[in-house]
């Protein structure tokens, strides 16, 4: 095929090459990325405080007195007086043994002792018969002597028998086994009928007093070395004499009664380096029984002028250490390695790495990286819940981020 060239030709070309640059620019336009919007964190601004310093330590619940009941004579048990599992007082009868052969001991020790003082009394005119005949010389002094020695020997077995009525005594009396103290009697180990001898191993019942009650609370050598320190350096600060214990059960709720410290042991034990606190705690409502485990959280002082950086905003790097990422005066991200001391409550507290009045964030920073430019929203954290709360100024604006709750485990 033949094509004939014209002179419109070169005009067509022309405007080939226009609508082609045209296009060209069209699809550059709608190319270009749009512009990403700056990322939002939460923050949470440091402040240096007064923390009060606790240990939270595991406890056990027992009782602040006990007793083994046993009996203290033989016999046959008569009757059982008391409810199993019931609040007894001190002196309260709990069983009675056979008095029979005890009331008959106690009679015949009466009468022996009504004997002697007779034999006494005789004793006693016959020596002063004998003083008068030797006044008068009637009598020899050999034969005064005699009966002075047999009213002394008189008057010594009054004493004795005197004493075996008191013991006759004491014995039917143990016949009534009473509560030596008061509290919550277990259940009974013999039943009526049953033989019973004096001073057995076995325990008729065990009592044990449950208000007050103590909980052994075991400490490391280690904090207690560590807590020393901190005080000697002055970062910490004792908060008493009279320091305050408080206990968390496996239920749910803290225990309501807040407890003290009575006394530590003087000692490390050899094989497991830790050593005894017990604590006194009311017990009212009989809730604590003893061989409970408890967590007990102690008051050990005061660190002044101290941050606390909340958890969930402190992770680690690779070699272990703590570290944080918080939002500059000129908006930009930056990582920090801390120094941290313990953990508090959902909080660490930090010893150093922090400044007064920085910003930490605490949601969003696994999406940011250190130079990144952001925009901190400032809130606060719940320290019940754990949940992230906003500012009064933040709640006026509204948050981009909705501040979720934080998730429990």
Known sequence: MLIKQTDNAPRLLVGSALLALALGACNNEKAAPPQQPQAQVSVVVLHPQSIAVTAELPGRVSASLIAEVRPQVSGIIKSRLFKEGSEVK????????????????????????????????????????YRELLQRNAASQQDTDDAKATLAQARADVAAAQASVETARINLAYTKVTAPIGGRVDKSTLTQGALVTANQTTALTTIRQLEPINVDVIQSSTNLLNFRRAVSEGRLKLAGSNVAVKLKLDTGPDYPQTGKIEFAESSIDLTTGTFTVRAEFPNPERLLLPGMFVRAVLEEGIAPNSFLVPQRAVGRNTKGQATAKFVGADGKVEERVL?????????????????DGERVIVEGGQLVRPGQTVTGNEVTIDEASGELKPTSRQAAVGSPLGYAPAAKN
Do not use: C, H, M
């Open 339 to 355: 120094v941290t001391r313990r953990n508090l409550g959902n909080n660490w507290l930090i010893d150093e790495g922090v400044k």
């Open 90 to 129: 001190a002196g309260d009868l709990l069983y009675e043994i056979d008095p029979a052969p005890y009331q008959a001991a106690f009679d015949s020790a009466v009468a022996a002792e009504q004997k002697a003082e007779a034999a006494a009394v005789n004793a006693r005119l016959r020596a002063d018969r």
